[in-house]
């Protein structure tokens, strides 16, 4: 429990430097770019989808940008979309590509050789927290539930995910499992290519639980097909307020995923201005305002160097972490 107590104090205060309060709304604002093409690098419906698919819906609804396009390119956790976008650097410069906390983590294990720092950091935008998922008409009812079951049978309690092994859905859960006595390295991890994938496997009964954004399973849990059984927020998100925290059931992991936009490298500085101020203005609208709410996500604004400066805070954290946790 110690040991959990101090992961939470780091990852809340690498995350303080970027939390924001919310904008007065408005309603309007004035075009800042023609058009945007959102590069995913996972499956739909996942956190970056639904991430990419929100900030557009915004930009172009709020009148910041005449239209949006979207293209999902999975594979190699990520990596696939990052080489694309760095060895197609020139030909992308209308392209932003969402990531987040595994662009950290993925470089760190080796899944792939590059890292932010070969790419254009434009911003970091929102928050999500994480959260363990059960079908709805399951025996699984609770976290502690969860944690019962997998120390009666630890090979036959399986916990997907959206991301590959040691990636952010396993460290998550790894985390949870740490705060509950429970040994996180003999639980069985399954990775998922995106979060319809991920949520299909639970559904199906391939995986007894799931290890996923909090946005990603909101929209399940309304419409009664899983529970969640615990959120990484240090209290209750109104996006869902019928789910309970870890804290709350005596679990002391917090946590929250950043996610944030980068372009190819060499991008022209007007470029990179525009897409800056473009995403600073959204915040200030009433279509921003509505995604957020919906997906229950947390502002974040850290631009250009600041969000430098966060991501080399976040590796030191993550890496020290996964370090004792033996993903490295």
Not at 136 to 145: Q, V
Not at 245 to 263: L, S
């Amino acid at each position: 429990m110690a040991y959990n107590k101090l992961t939470r104090r780091a990852f809340s205060a690498a995350m303080a430097m970027a939390l924001v309060v919310g904008a007065p709304a408005m309603a309007t604002a004035e075009q800042v770019m023609d058009s945007i093409h959102f590069l995913i690098p996972g499956g739909a419906g996942g956190g970056w989808d639904g991430t990419a698919r929100g900030t557009g819906e915004a930009l172009t609804k709020a009148g910041l940008v005449g239209s949006a396009s979207y293209e999902n390119m999975s594979g190699g956790g990520g990596g696939k979309a990052i080489g694309y976008l760095i060895e197609n650097a020139e030909s992308n410069h209308g392209t932003l590509m969402v990531n987040s906390t595994p662009i950290v983590i993925r470089s760190l294990t080796g899944v792939f050789p590059q890292n932010f720092r070969d790419l254009t950091l434009v911003a970091g935008t929102i928050g999500d927290y994480a959260a363990l998922v059960v079908s709805a008409n399951g025996d699984i009812k609770d976290l502690n539930g969860l944690i019962d079951a997998f120390n009666a049978d630890p090979a036959g309690t399986a916990i997907g995910g959206g991301s590959v092994p040691g990636g952010m859905d396993h460290l998550v859960a790894a985390m949870v499992f740490q705060a509950a006595g429970a040994d996180p390295v003999a639980m069985k991890y399954v990775p998922y290519d995106g979060g319809s994938k991920t949520m299909a496997g639970l559904l199906s009964g391939e995986v007894q639980a799931v290890s996923t954004g909090f946005s990603e399973a909101v929209e399940l849990a309304k419409a009664g097909e899983v529970r969640i059984i615990g959120v990484t927020a240090p209290e209750r998100v109104d996006a869902f307020a019928e789910a309970p925290t870890m804290v709350e059931q005596g679990n002391d992991t917090t946590f929250v995923n950043w996610r944030g936009f980068f372009a190819a490298p060499g991008l022209p500085a007007d470029k990179l201005a525009a897409y800056q101020a473009a995403i600073a203005q959204m915040y200030e609208t009433d279509e921003w305002e509505e995604v957020r709410a919906r997906n229950g996500w947390v502002n974040i604004h850290n631009p250009g160097d600041d969000f430098r400066s966060f991501l080399e805070g976040q590796e030191q954290v993550i890496g020290d972490l996964m370090k004792k946790l033996g993903f490295l």
